[in-house]
């Protein structure tokens, strides 16, 4: 996990009530024993002095059994705005059930298949979000349709997060102002882009269908070889406009 700059980034979205978020997308750290404290603590300060009004942490967070980082994932706690996470494919592997505890311990909202309804800067906004598709194995993904339904009910503007860029479609028949999501790296490693774009509709970056937009960031963790080329690592803070 390299020293990252926070990129600020524009976001065009049609729902004037979503307009004014500032949203810190932090995805795919792939946290485990090589990682130090002092290391994720340099994150956590810059994402605090960002200042977003919340997080959306859309996956693939420890590459490691939680059990063995512990005190690492408990540095969570020292972030000062509400966080909103979805689980990644790496989730489902190391320990979920455990990995939920944690993230309770530590004041982090999983949208497993839910909704929650806040307010930021007078805006009341709808949050969506879906696991991964990892999860059917351990039967944990609620049904999609069920989720795009209570988002069209409850009729407010919606930020739809996922792990995976392909799930975009559910947002988009949701009708969600934003979809947020990772898992690519961008491709992590030049060329190897090519082969995830046989696999995921989008690699990188902003994209628009419909009335969603949907971002994908490159993440700030790597996977495998710990190494990034043509592919840099990311943070994004996201200022829908």
């Not at 966080?83 to 530590?106: I, T």
């Not at 069209?152 to 979809?179: G, S, V």
């Amino acid at each position: 996990m390299e020293e990252l700059t926070i990129e600020r980034i524009e976001i065009p979205v049609g729902d004037p009530g979503a307009k004014g978020l500032r949203i810190l997308h932090l995805s795919d750290p792939h946290l485990s024993r090589r990682h130090r404290r002092r290391e994720l603590d340099g994150l956590l300060d810059r994402i605090n002095a960002a200042v977003p009004d919340f997080v959306a942490l859309t996956g693939d967070l420890v590459d490691t059994p939680v059990g063995k980082i512990l005190p690492l994932l408990l540095r969570l706690r020292r972030l000062r705005m509400p966080v909103f996470f979805v689980s990644g494919n790496h989730d489902q592997v190391y320990g979920y059930p455990a990995l939920l505890r944690v993230l309770n311990r530590c004041g982090i909202l999983v949208l497993e298949g839910e909704t929650t309804i806040r307010t930021f800067r007078g805006r009341t906004i709808l949050l969506a979000g879906l696991a991964d598709r990892f999860a059917p194995f351990w039967g944990r993904r609620r049904d999609p349709d069920t989720l795009v339904t209570e988002c069209r009910e409850k009729n407010l503007p919606c930020i739809f997060l996922a792990h995976q860029p392909k799930d975009y479609r559910y947002a988009q028949r949701a009708e969600a102002a934003l979809f947020l999501c990772g898992h690519t790296h961008g491709g992590q490693i030049w060329p190897f882009h090519w082969l995830v774009r046989l696999e995921q509709p989008f690699i990188e970056g902003l994209h628009r269908v419909g009335k969603t937009a949907v971002f994908v960031s490159r993440g700030v963790g790597t996977w495998g070889i710990h190494r990034r080329y043509r592919a840099p690592a990311q943070l994004p803070l996201l200022v829908l406009v």
